[in-house]
């Protein structure tokens, strides 16, 4: 039995990862992210440069969020297959764990070994990822 993957709703997770983090480091908090990473002390000019580099961080940024979207579904088929929950349920469960036992205890030890134990940036970074995965999850759930 093959791992069963319905690839637009890869690629719509992914998508859903990217809008989320644009909200997330734009609007929401962009300004709280931009001080605690020190970008506030830049000029508009020096912004402005930095932002017309960005492009290829941003498609490097999308294959990474369709590796993730692929990952995440891999393991939700494994976990439908074993618990026999809703997809939508199985979404959310799958990945509140991948981040509870992997994207958290990552941020943990990086912040504690940073010589700036930054526990705010900890804090949105943390937050950010627990989101974008919820919304990956239900994407993926959703699209079953």
């Known amino acids: 039995m093959g791992v069963e993957v319905n690839y637009i709703a890869l690629l719509l997770a992914a998508v859903a990862q990217m809008v989320i983090g644009f909200a997330w480091y734009g609007p929401l908090f962009g300004k709280m992210w931009q001080k605690l990473k020190g970008?506030?002390?830049?000029?508009?000019?020096?912004?402005?440069?930095?932002?017309?580099k960005?492009?290829?961080y941003y498609a490097v940024t999308y294959v990474v969020s369709l590796i993730t979207a692929y990952v995440l579904a891999h393991v939700m088929f494994l976990s439908q297959n074993f618990f026999n929950y809703e997809p939508l349920t199985t979404g959310l469960m799958t990945a509140f764990w991948m981040w509870l036992g992997f994207i958290l205890p990552i941020h943990l030890g990086n912040t504690i070994f940073s010589e700036k134990k930054d526990w705010k940036l900890f804090g949105l970074d943390a937050a950010y990822w627990l989101v974008s995965l919820l919304a990956m999850g239900l994407v993926l759930g959703f699209w079953k």
């Open 39 to 52: 970008f506030d002390s830049k000029s508009k000019e020096e912004m402005a440069e930095m932002q017309k």
């Open 54 to 56: 960005m492009m290829p």
